[in-house]
């Protein structure tokens, strides 16, 4: 499918690793002169459009994936789902993401388009880096020269993307505690869908430190504990995170923020929980799913805080 008409709108669910790599792909499709509608902030409507489509198996950030999709679909000619398949060497991305473009055309009754470049840069990187790159290219119908200036203006802009979930506003006057939360960036950074956990935690006095506020070679460093690498890339970064701040005195506890039904975290987040027993690091365990209650979740995470103000006061 060539979208060589610039006028065409091209839909972007702002979901999954949109969280990750929105900004290069918007800055991308923009410099190549295509009208760019990204869907809006996650909301009880576009999680009940996704829970009613999605299976029933399917983890919450999937189901609000679809959601996303579903509310984009009247309203663009054309879908960009990226069929993700590894981001880094050594190491890949859950089947479900992969499996994402499939899934939502046979879930979405008319569907659009769907722009599924495959991306895998599990060997090698640049290679499938360029490989990426043109397919997208082809897809819209651009030629050689406008590419090169569009993935440069989209490097540029993911080198500044700065990863907080917006208006995010620390409590000053009693931050006394530095809380390191762990999780996928599209449950950390998305409002709705991560129940707004960091900004409660910020709230009560908490500076909050993400995984992204990490370079990839603290991950890494910090990932040389393990007995092997972690096969799935979010997992590994999350993991590397969760043993970087445990080796942190400044770092007063760790809550790590889960989805019901993933697989990954499942093993993840008992591993980083075992780690932190053992070296007496306070651990939070948050998951969620579609049912939960915020009035439940708001009790934990106080009762964990004032936990924390006990231990550095004590």
């Known amino acids: 499918m060539g979208l060589k008409n610039k006028k065409w709108r091209l839909g972007v669910p702002r979901a999954l690793f949109y969280y990750y790599y929105g900004s290069w792909w918007e800055t991308f499709f923009h410099h190549l002169g295509v009208e760019i509608v990204v869907s809006p902030a996650t909301c009880r409507e576009i999680m009940d459009l996704g829970v009613e489509l999605a299976v029933a198996e399917a983890c919450l950030p999937v189901k609000v994936y679809y959601g996303h999709a579903a509310w984009l679909a009247p309203r663009v000619d054309a879908l960009f789902v990226p069929r993700l398949v590894s981001v880094e060497d ?17 879930a979405l009754k008319p569907c659009p388009p769907i722009i599924d470049t495959t991306v895998d840069l599990a ?12 397919g997208m290219a082809k897809a819209l ?8 200036e569009a993935v440069a203006a989209a490097k540029a802009r ?38 707004d956990v960091p ?24 990932c040389r504990q393990l007995s092997k690498r972690l096969y799935w890339t979010l997992g590994q970064k999350i993991m590397g995170a969760a043993l970087h701040f445990m080796d942190r005195d400044d770092i007063d506890g760790i809550i790590h923020l889960t989805a019901f039904g993933c ?27 579609e049912h939960t ?21 004590a």
Not at 93 to 106: E, Q, T, V
């Open 90 to 106: 050594k190491s890949y991305i859950c089947p479900k993401l992969m499996g994402l473009p499939d899934m939502l055309r046979a």
């Open 141 to 148: 119908g651009m030629g050689a020269n406008r590419v090169v």
């Open 158 to 195: 993911y080198r500044e993307q700065i990863f907080t979930p917006d208006g995010l506003k620390e409590n000053t006057a009693r931050q006394k505690l530095t809380v390191g939360i762990i999780g996928h960036g599209y449950l950390l950074y998305d409002r709705y869908l991560g129940m």
């Open 293 to 313: 209650g915020e009035a439940g979740l708001n009790t934990r995470i106080e009762a964990f805080m004032d936990m924390l103000y006990r231990r550095r006061t």
């Open 123 to 134: 060997r090698r990187r640049e290679e499938g880096l360029q490989s990426a790159i043109k």
């Open 263 to 289: 697989g990954p975290d499942s093993l993840v987040g008992d591993l980083a929980e075992r780690y932190a027993r053992r070296r007496g690091k306070p651990f939070l365990l948050l998951t969620l799913d």
């Open 199 to 222: 900004e409660k935690v910020a709230r009560m006095g908490g500076k909050v430190v993400f995984p992204e506020h990490l370079t990839e070679g603290e991950v890494e460093e910090a």
